[in-house]
């Protein structure tokens, strides 16, 4: 995705939130004051403000329920061959609104110029010339480097597994843009968010390493470290069979947020959740929910009796309070 093309969806993003706020029953005078500064600041803040407006006078139905099925199933049946590929232009522009809530979903193109990379809902296994193995979580990217001196795997965002094979005179490292992660064994997985790291130790050992702060610590099995909010911590105890339950198509929910589990699960997923954060925040849950299976997992939600369920299209999910 080039550059521009970001900047744009980001700027669709932010039209679809003023989008929500002004829809709303009664938006504050300093909330209208703030969006028409918003629109001044860029002729494409107006551009994506507009259409987002248009396409949402076709998603009102004249029982207001906000959604219109046959626009929506007609807006996911554009362009079918590049909606393969991730890159439909429909789905930036879908706007989806219920009570105060929007949620504004698309399917993560980015990962286009990576060597290697997933979408929402995908998962991918690789086998690396060295014989290791690898495993890409949804909204992964990577690339890969080998040369005589090390085995580099970039980790641009999301998560990996990696079961190594070892070979000290060619360490194996997975660099993310704050942290190198070097394997001292044969199994562990890195995560990367944002400006942050998690590493967990499945087997053997894993040396961390925090650039900033040129400081490494030393995980063994069992155990987790993290660069978080620009500190290096740990190792501490940690489950890897629950952290990692995402190799097996599972999310491990334990008394969390309602909102949390529903953040997790999208990655998931490459349809569209639309839920109120705030609302949703306030309740706890626990359970195992499949994640490659999002019909069984919202059925499981929706015997909750607080919890109520809507399946609009066959590709969108509605999650309120009853």
Same mark, same amino acid.
């Given at each position: 995705?080039?550059?521009?093309? $970001?900047?744009?969806?980001?700027?669709?993003?932010?039209?679809?939130?003023?989008?929500?706020?002004?829809?709303?029953?009664?938006?504050?005078?300093?909330?209208?004051?703030?969006?028409?500064?918003?629109?001044?600041?860029?002729?494409?803040?107006?551009?994506?403000?507009?259409?987002?407006?248009?396409?949402?006078?076709?998603?009102?139905?004249?029982?207001?329920?906000?959604?219109?099925?046959?626009?929506?199933?007609?807006?996911?049946?554009?362009?079918?061959?590049?909606?393969?590929?991730?890159?439909?232009?429909?789905?930036?522009?879908?706007?989806?609104? $219920?009570?105060?809530?929007?949620?504004?979903?698309?399917?993560?193109?980015?990962?286009?110029?990576?060597?290697?990379?997933?979408?929402?809902?995908?998962?991918?296994?690789?086998?690396?010339? *060295?014989?290791?193995?690898?495993?890409?979580?949804?909204?992964?990217?990577?690339?890969?480097?080998?040369?005589?001196?090390?085995?580099?795997?970039?980790?641009?965002?999301?998560?990996?597994?990696? *079961?190594?094979?070892?070979?000290?005179?060619?360490?194996?490292?997975?660099?993310?843009?704050?942290?190198?992660?070097?394997?001292?064994?044969?199994?562990?997985?890195?995560?990367?968010?944002?400006?942050?790291?998690?590493?967990?130790?499945?087997?053997?050992?894993?040396? +961390?390493?925090?650039?900033?702060?040129?400081?490494?610590?030393?995980?063994?099995?069992?155990?987790?470290?993290?660069?978080?909010?620009?500190?290096?911590?740990?190792?501490? *105890?940690?489950?890897?069979?629950?952290?990692?339950?995402?190799?097996?198509?599972?999310?491990?929910?334990?008394?969390?947020?309602?909102?949390?589990?529903?953040?997790?699960?999208?990655? =998931?997923?490459?349809? +569209?959740?639309?839920?109120? =954060?705030?609302?949703?925040?306030?309740?706890?849950? $626990?359970?195992?929910?499949?994640?490659?299976?999002?019909? +069984?997992?919202?059925?499981?939600?929706?015997?909750?009796?607080?919890?109520? =369920?809507?399946?609009?299209?066959?590709?969108? =999910?509605?999650?309120?309070?009853?």
């Amino acid at each position: 995705m080039s550059a521009k093309s $970001s900047s744009y969806q980001h700027k669709l993003k932010q039209a679809a939130d003023w989008c929500a706020l002004l829809h709303s029953d009664a938006p504050a005078d300093e909330d209208i004051q703030a969006f028409h500064q918003w629109l001044n600041l860029h002729p494409d803040n107006q551009k994506a403000y507009d259409e987002l407006t248009a396409l949402w006078t076709e998603f009102e139905t004249p029982e207001d329920t906000g959604l219109n099925t046959q626009v929506l199933n007609r807006v996911l049946e554009q362009d079918q061959p590049q909606r393969r590929h991730g890159t439909t232009k429909a789905f930036l522009s879908i706007v989806l609104f $219920s009570g105060l809530g929007i949620l504004f979903n698309h399917l993560g193109v980015s990962g286009i110029t990576a060597d290697h990379y997933t979408l929402k809902g995908q998962t991918q296994t690789i086998q690396l010339q *060295d014989g290791s193995q690898l495993t890409l979580n949804a909204q992964t990217q990577i690339d890969i480097k080998f040369d005589d001196k090390q085995r580099l795997i970039k980790l641009i965002k999301g998560e990996i597994h990696i *079961d190594a094979t070892t070979n000290p005179a060619w360490p194996l490292v997975v660099q993310t843009q704050s942290t190198r992660a070097t394997a001292l064994g044969t199994s562990f997985s890195v995560k990367s968010r944002e400006q942050d790291t998690y590493v967990v130790v499945t087997e053997s050992k894993v040396k +961390l390493c925090y650039l900033k702060q040129n400081s490494c610590v030393i995980g063994q099995q069992g155990e987790a470290m993290e660069v978080a909010n620009g500190r290096l911590i740990g190792p501490y *105890d940690t489950n890897p069979s629950v952290r990692l339950a995402w190799l097996s198509h599972r999310l491990v929910a334990n008394d969390i947020s309602l909102s949390v589990l529903l953040e997790s699960l999208e990655a =998931h997923y490459p349809g +569209l959740l639309m839920y109120q =954060h705030s609302e949703l925040s306030k309740i706890r849950v $626990s359970g195992v929910y499949p994640t490659n299976n999002i019909e +069984l997992a919202m059925k499981m939600l929706a015997s909750d009796p607080v919890i109520k =369920h809507q399946s609009i299209a066959n590709y969108i =999910h509605h999650i309120s309070l009853k």
